[in-house]
């Protein structure tokens, strides 16, 4: 009995190992159970150069650097120089309240600078402290002296005022202003006054300029 199980299982094997190869010579894609499943390799694609748009060139040298753009210079343009006719130090008050000073501009403008140094005075001031027993206290302060005054006005050949500025009063107390005349002509430059110091430079244009580049 033993020998009739073995017979029928020696057959058994014999017929699975014909089937295997049958399918394989055939060209089946089922494949015997122990047989390893493989994955082919992909393919790799042809390289692609159209020489109707590339073509190949030596590449640069490693020391080549880009060359930085050429920049035009900014010009600045010459400051415009002006003829300085009149350079003073004046010192107005009481006894010498006014000087004035006749201006031939041929060629315009005519600009009248001038600073200011006024009279300074002393004031002490009385006031309540705002600490512990409110006493009054004193301080010394130095301020611009009330009567400090200055006027500089610019007539024409015929007296009528061109320009005008100053110092305190109906003016600013801006220490230090320009005044600009645009045309050409006989002028009177005035500056009346008290408890100043004034320096005053009057300065006209020079052949070939133009009151435009003032």
């Not at 030596?58 to 006719?85: H, M």
Request: charged residues 20%; negative net charge.
């Amino acid at each position: 009995m033993k020998s009739l199980h073995l017979l029928l299982a020696l057959i058994i094997c014999a017929a699975l190992l014909t089937a295997g190869c049958t399918s394989a010579v055939n060209g089946s894609q089922d494949k015997p159970f122990w047989a390893k499943e493989t994955t082919a390799p992909p393919a790799t694609p042809d390289p692609t150069m159209d020489s109707e748009y590339v073509s190949e060139v030596t590449p640069y040298p490693v020391a080549t650097r880009p060359v930085p753009p050429t920049q035009t210079p900014v010009v600045t343009p010459a400051a415009v120089a002006y003829l300085e006719v009149l350079n003073e130090k004046v010192a107005l008050d009481y006894g010498h309240p006014a000087s004035a000073w006749a201006i031939n501009v041929v060629q315009a403008p005519l600009i009248v600078e001038f600073s200011v140094q006024p009279k300074m005075v002393k004031r002490t001031v009385v006031y309540e402290s705002s600490y512990g027993s409110h006493k009054e206290e004193k301080k010394t302060v130095t301020s611009i002296s009330d009567k400090s005054r200055l006027e500089v006005t610019v007539r024409d050949e015929g007296g009528n005022i061109a320009a005008q500025d100053g110092f305190a009063g109906l003016y600013s107390v801006d220490r230090s202003k320009k005044i600009f005349v645009m045309s050409p002509g006989e002028y009177q430059v005035d500056i009346r006054g008290a408890d100043v110091i004034v320096d005053i430079v009057v300065k006209v244009g020079q052949t070939g300029q133009t009151p435009e580049q003032v």
